[in-house]
């Protein structure tokens, strides 16, 4: 009777566990899929514009809607002139918390975040074939629309404005750390000569000028406030429209960012922070902007074989489910770097599989296909007549394609 009812016992809680886990992976894919990273609760102070205008910058978002983005060029200059201007540790202040842990710290950068990715957005709006811009682009009105300049449209501008945003937020948040590092040091190191000496000022009798709490159940590392996935996602998805020799390295290092964030507040196994968990189109951005990179020396075609497949298997490393998108761009990259020779036609067909296994397979990974140069394979040329020449999606096996749709960043939207 004892061992039943621990078998029994045991199961119920094992299924319970279960049932947890795949609430809380349910929660951060719904969170994650979203273009914005956080939902402020009190109402955000509005920026003086000038000529008695105010701009409210948005905290709360709409589900269902798409997030704000500054459309105005005038007001893109002027915000932006305004965050990168501001001292140093004022955008994200430390704030002692009794907390003091990286919920609180996300709390106290949100009003700096939400405005930031408001500029962010609108950067990226102004660049043609990006998301934000298919978003948006019903979005402006006649006097936005007039009010751009060249400037405001080039894309490596755009691209080099969001960088400096995005660097200005990874120095707070460091200086943010740093300052709370400096403090829960200085607490502990006078909690221990208080022990030291026996004094009975302990506890309750404390002074209470001081409210961080140094108790070493809080995590004493996580990932910076300030940066967000979603503001990787939009210069990543950015960056295809204006490459260069450096994109296939400039990616490589975002990525590396990236997944160093989503280890440092808990890897795959305690990581429920929306803002550092990537998603398809951190990744699949990524590959295209590589994919878009001209072939123009030997050092930019090394870059990009190297980090388009270290991106590759940094998918499986995040728990990201590889799609369609993916195995198009990695073909497109194989296409392009690649010699045409039967190496490239081997290591598609290998691409092929992979895609074929993981069920994935639609229209654009069969284009791909047909574009790699195999050098007059006769093997590879056979495989394309058997299988994808003159073919469309519907005229393969439904088992190849079954998540061809579901696995997409936004369903209706194959490029991510």
Same mark, same amino acid.
Not at 389 to 399: C, E, N
């Given at each position: ?23 809380? =992976?349910?929660? #951060?894919?719904?969170?994650? %899929?979203?273009?914005? @990273? ?16 105010? +701009? ?17 060029? @005038? ?47 609108? $950067? ?6 990006? &998301? ?35 660097? %200005? ?32 000022? #302990? ?66 196994? $305690? ?16 590959? %295209? ?17 190297? $980090? ?25 990259? +194989? ?19 992979? @895609? ?7 229209? &654009?990974?069969? %284009? ?20 994808? =020449?003159?073919?469309? +999606? ?15 960043? @936004?369903?209706?939207?194959?490029? $991510?």
């Amino acid at each position: 009777i004892n061992i039943s009812i621990n078998i029994s016992i045991n199961i119920s809680i094992n299924i319970k566990m279960s049932m947890a886990t795949n609430c809380v =992976l349910t929660r #951060i894919t719904r969170i994650s %899929r979203r273009s914005f @990273a956080s939902v402020a609760v009190e109402a955000a102070s509005s920026l003086s514009m000038g000529n008695n205008s105010n +701009v409210s910058i948005p905290t709360r978002h709409s589900r269902h809607d798409p997030p704000p983005a500054c459309l105005s060029s @005038a007001q893109l200059k002027e915000v932006t002139e305004e965050i990168m201007g501001s001292k140093p540790g004022t955008l994200i202040p430390y704030e002692p918390s009794r907390r003091d842990d990286s919920l609180h710290a996300w709390e106290v950068a949100d009003e700096s975040i939400q405005k930031v990715e408001w500029l962010i957005r609108g $950067y990226s709006a102004q660049v043609n074939d990006t &998301k934000m811009q298919m978003i948006y682009s019903n979005f402006k009105s006649d006097e936005q629309q007039s009010d751009q300049n060249t400037e405001d449209t080039d894309p490596a501008h755009c691209v080099k404005s969001i960088q400096d945003l995005m660097t %200005r937020m990874e120095t707070e948040g460091n200086m943010y750390m740093d300052l709370r590092h400096q403090m829960r040091s200085q607490l502990a190191l006078e909690d221990q000569q208080e022990s030291e000496r026996g004094d009975s000022f #302990i506890g309750d009798q404390r002074s209470t000028d001081i409210t961080v709490n140094t108790n070493t159940s809080t995590p004493l590392v996580f990932a910076p406030p300030g940066q967000t996935i979603g503001m990787f996602d939009t210069l990543l998805d950015t960056m295809p429209m204006a490459t260069n020799i450096e994109t296939p390295k400039t990616v490589g290092d975002l990525l590396r960012t990236v997944n160093q964030r989503f280890d440092q507040d808990g890897g795959l196994q $305690y990581n429920v922070n929306p803002n550092t968990v990537p998603t398809q189109m951190t990744f699949n951005a990524g590959l %295209r902007a590589i994919a878009n990179t001209q072939n123009m020396s030997e050092s930019t075609r090394d870059d990009a074989i190297m $980090y388009a497949f270290a991106t590759f298997e940094g998918l499986r490393d995040s728990n990201v489910k590889r799609n369609a998108a993916t195995y198009a761009y990695m073909l497109q990259i +194989v296409s392009t770097f690649f010699p045409p020779s039967e190496m490239a036609g081997n290591i598609s067909h290998a691409l092929w599989l992979m @895609a074929q296994e993981d069920q994935v397979i639609d229209t &654009k990974v069969m %284009r791909a296909m047909e574009v790699v140069q195999c050098g007059n394979s006769d093997n590879y040329q056979s495989f394309l007549k058997e299988t994808i =020449l003159d073919k469309t +999606v519907d005229d393969i096996p439904q088992r190849w394609k079954k998540f061809g749709r579901s696995l997409r960043f @936004a369903y209706d939207d194959d490029t $991510y």
